[in-house]
């Protein structure tokens, strides 16, 4: 089984949708909770954290369920650049230690169409 | 430019060829990354470096993967009798302290092997 799992998509959406993307971890160790952002033949980048009480930046909200070690990030008002992969990311701590090694997601495809 | 840079930005190399790629790091942080992407996954960890130290490998990284950051600047990543295996976006990543604190790896913008 795969450390973090998500739904490969690809999801496609009329600009203007609401869209949710779930994730789910396997070690129950993990600590910190992020969304990675991926354009086209681009190098990810950081999208935003993911706290246990749920964060919101702009239109991008994020949810961390630790019970049941699941990850969400909804998406509402859908713009054409929103279209990219989504990486759900966790940092794993093993033997009480982080050395700061990010493990990610497989990725879940967006495209936004007019 | 003062993000992550990486070199070359793609390679084409025969089967059992040696390959080097080199990341050179936001100059004020002392953490360092390798990642290996394939088509349709997400980045894999390969290595870390904390300044020159190597603090951990994955089990992705056979013997033909050697990596280095010999004055704490700078890392090469050499891979030895590549393999059409092998072929992938080689990614370098650094970040100024333990990345559990902001989870941001800044990357650079990968070199890309392909092995024929």
């Known amino acids: 089984r795969k450390e973090v799992e998500q739904d490969p998509g690809p999801f496609n959406v009329p600009e203007g949708a609401t869209v949710a993307f779930n994730c789910t971890y396997s070690n129950s160790a993990s600590q910190s909770f992020f969304w990675y952002r991926q354009d086209c033949r681009k190098e990810p980048k950081l999208l935003m954290s993911v706290y246990s009480s749920g964060n919101e930046d702009g239109r991008f909200t994020a949810q961390l369920n630790r019970a049941s070690q699941y990850i969400s990030l909804l998406i509402r008002d859908s713009k054409l650049s929103d279209s990219a992969t989504y990486l759900c990311?966790?940092?794993?701590?093993?033997?009480?230690?982080?050395?700061?090694?990010?493990?990610f997601g497989q990725g879940t495809i967006l495209t936004v169409h007019p | 430019d003062t993000g992550v840079s990486q070199d070359p930005r793609h390679k084409i190399t025969k089967r059992g060829q040696n390959v080097t790629f080199r990341c050179d790091p936001i100059s004020e942080h002392n953490r360092l990354y390798w990642y290996r992407q394939t088509l349709g996954q997400g980045p894999e960890f390969l290595t870390y470096f904390q300044n020159e130290a190597q603090l951990e490998k994955s089990r992705l990284l056979s013997d033909r993967f050697s990596a280095e950051r010999p004055k704490g600047s700078f890392s090469t990543l050499e891979i030895q009798r590549t393999e059409q295996g092998d072929s992938a976006m080689y990614l370098c990543a650094s970040s100024p302290r333990r990345t559990g604190d902001t989870g941001e790896l800044f990357f650079g913008e990968g070199s890309r092997l392909t092995v024929l």
């Open positions: 990311v966790v940092n794993i701590v093993r033997g009480g230690t982080s050395y700061g090694k990010l493990t």
